[in-house]
C-alpha cells in the first residue's frame, strides 16, 4: 500500500516539475494512486498522495490542502505531510501558515538541508531577509559549502543593495559562477562579468544542461561594456536554444510555460518587443503564468521590464537593456525547481 501511495507522489512531482510533464507520467501517477485507493483509501499516505495527484496533476489547490490536512491527523509529526502543507499553503498565498508548515517540517528532519533552503526562499520572497539569512546560516554551519544556501545570502544581499556583503561568499568554493558573474555585473566590472558567465554558459553546454539564465546576464554584461555584436549573438543563441527545446514539450505543460516566458526575456533582449509580448500573451490565454511557483510570472516580468526600456534601447544598439537591473528576478524560484529535478 505504502509502495503505491509513494509511487503516486513521485510520478505526479515528476509530472509537475517538468521531468516528465506528458499525460502518460500523469496517467502513471492516476493508475499508482488508484491502486493505493483500492487497498486502503483510509490510509494517511492514501491521502497524501491524493493530495499531490489534485496538487501537481489537477492544479486542484483546495482540494489538494484537504487531503493533505486529512493526512495530517493520522500523521501530525511526518516530514513529507507537514512540507506539503507548507508548499501548497505556499501556492495559494497563504504565507503565515505556509512558513508554519515548512519551519515544522525542518523541525522534525533537522539535517534536511533542502527543507531550509526552501524556507529560506519563501522568507527572501516575502522580504523577510534576516529570517532568510538565519536560516541559510543554520545550513552552512554544518554544510559550509552548501551551494542554494550562498545563493539565498548573495540574492538577499543584492536585495539590499549590499554589493560588499557579498564579496567574502565568492572565497568559498560552494558559490556558483552565477553568483560571481552576477556580482561583477552589478559591480560594472563587464569585463569580468562577461568572463565569468561564458565561462559558466561553456560548462553548462557542455553537461548538457540549460544555461538560459547564464545566457541572459552574459548578453546584458556584453551590452554593457558596448559590444553590442556579441549581446545580440547571445540573445539569439539563447532564443534558438529555447525554441529548440519547446519543440520536446507538451503544449499547454508547466515547463512549456517557463520556456515561453524565457523565450520573451530573449526577445525583449533583442528588442524584438512585438515578439516578446507575443509570448507574453500566449502565457495569460493558456493560463501559463499561473504556472509553479511563479516562475513564468517572474520571466514575463522581466519581458514586460525589458520590451518597455528596448523601445529606446533598440533605437540606439538593437538590443534591449537596462543599466539598473538583469533578468536574475526569476532566477531564485527556478532554483528551487532545479534542485527538485537533481534530487
Known sequence: MLAWAYLSCAQSQNYWIGIDPTPARLAAAKDALDRALALDPNLPETHLALGYYRYFGQRDFPGGLAEFQQAEKGLPNN???????????????????AIAGLRRAIELDPHDANGYD??????WGLRRFPEALATADRVLAWEPAYEPALFVK????????????????????????????TQA?????????????????????????????????????????????????????????IRR??????PGSFHEADLRAKLGVAY?????????????????????????????????????????????AATRSGVG???????????????????????
Not at 507537514?82 to 501548497?88: E, F, K, Q, S, Y
Not at 526552501?118 to 522568507?123: F, I, K, R
Not at 537593456?321 to 534530487?343: D, V, W
Open 185 to 241: 555585473l552589478y559591480q560594472r566590472r563587464y569585463a569580468a562579468a562577461i568572463e565569468k558567465l561564458s565561462s559558466a554558459v561553456a560548462a553548462k553546454t557542455k553537461r548538457g544542461e540549460s544555461s538560459d539564465d547564464e545566457q541572459f546576464l552574459l548578453g546584458l554584461s556584453q551590452q554593457r561594456a558596448g559590444d553590442v555584436a556579441a549581446a545580440r549573438a547571445t540573445y539569439e543563441k539563447a532564443a534558438k536554444d
Open 118 to 123: 526552501v524556507l529560506a526562499m519563501t522568507y
Open 154 to 181: 548573495a540574492i538577499v544581499f543584492w536585495a539590499t543593495g549590499d554589493l560588499q556583503a557579498v564579496e567574502p561568499l565568492l572565497t568559498n568554493p560552494g558559490i556558483s559562477p552565477l553568483v560571481r558573474g
Open 245 to 250: 527545446e519547446l519543440e520536446k514539450v507538451p
Open 79 to 97: 516530514v513529507d505531510v507537514n512540507r506539503a502543507i507548507g508548499l501548497i499553503q505556499r501556492r495559494v498565498g497563504h504565507w503565515d501558515e
Open 321 to 343: 537593456s537596462n543599466p539598473q537591473r538583469s533578468s536574475l528576478s526569476g532566477i531564485g524560484r527556478r532554483k528551487e525547481t532545479m534542485k527538485a529535478k537533481k534530487s
Open 268 to 312: 525583449a533582449g533583442l528588442g524584438e518587443a512585438a515578439s516578446a509580448i507575443a509570448d507574453g500573451a500566449y502565457l495569460r490565454s493558456t493560463g501559463g503564468c499561473r504556472s509553479r511557483d511563479s516562475h513564468s510570472q517572474a520571466a514575463a516580468a522581466d519581458t514586460v521590464w525589458l520590451c518597455d526600456y528596448s523601445g529606446a
